[in-house]
């Protein structure tokens, strides 16, 4: 991602000016759902901490860029590190630098670190090194201790304007018309958009997303959609988000609402989609939505999660019908 949508990002504002005014936090923990942007953001944060202008053409930004900048010590918790993997990172922060005179550790996806992992992790904070930063990297507060939430200086990264996003996915060579879709249907977030473009079982999914929501009319047919590949535990988070972003549009469909769509050029779809709706039955399939959700994160099975969610949206249209 071009750092110039990063750097236009509070978050970074914030930061930046923390180390133009020499008032550099140890511990910083940036939270945002996009993970290209999450990503992107660590990596600037990091050359702006050693390289004052961030200049991305030096020697330290070079490596910081190609990621072999010696004194960045990194972990990520979607390759779950164990507690060990942790104490080799924090004995190397007090190793003596090489280069330079700073430290940082960058752990990204820390929210999917074990609890075990986050309290071995407090105990840099008991003693800091002076020259180390830390900065973590969420998705989100949940999963996070709360003794280690609140150690560290919070940054929320906002999301990305769409015309932004549609602007840079054509300077990265994407057709004008797709970019546009993908912008508007990531409301916000890059990495949806980025993978709307260049996956092509992500926009697989979302047009079998949009089939099913334009064809599910009766009871009878929920096992089939319900096993049908969409709500397979891998992709059923997936399958909500779209859900979500269909039932966003249905709904200013069906009150007449003139905000721009999520979806582009998916009119027809979307007029089908809509049938049976009315604002009630809308809002109580959202809801039906993120109770879904809820359940998932509750472990409940991916499996009867969809076949409850599908049944209620059914018999919330059912209850709500025009008369
Ligand atoms: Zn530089």
Known sequence: MNFELVKKNSAYKKFASDVDNGRVSHAYIVYGEDGDLRKSFLTLACMKLLCKSACGECRVCTQVLEGNYVEILRLDGADKPSVKDISALIEKTYVKCVVGDKKIAVIDNAELLSPQAQNKLLKTYEEPPANLTVFLGAAHESGLLATLRSRGKKLYLEDIPTADIAKELVSCGVDELTAETAAAFSMGNYEKADKFCNETDYRDLYDKTFMMMAELK??????????????????????????????????????????????????????????????????????????????????????????????????????????
């Open 218 to 323: 009766k009871s009878s047919s929920v096992p089939e959609y319900v096993y049908g590949g969409l709500f397979e535990k891998e992709r059923i988070k997936i399958t909500l988000d779209f859900m979500e972003i269909i039932l966003c549009d249905i709904m200013k469909k069906v009150t007449g609402s003139k905000a721009p769509n999520c979806t582009v050029n998916r009119e027809y779809d979307l007029a089908r989609a809509s049938e049976g709706f009315t604002e009630q039955s809308a809002a109580a399939a959202v809801i039906a939505v993120n109770d879904a959700r809820k359940k998932l994160a509750a472990n409940v099975n991916a499996y009867s999660v969809a076949g409850y969610m599908l049944l209620e949206i059914l018999e919330a249209k059912y209850k709500w019908q025009k008369k």
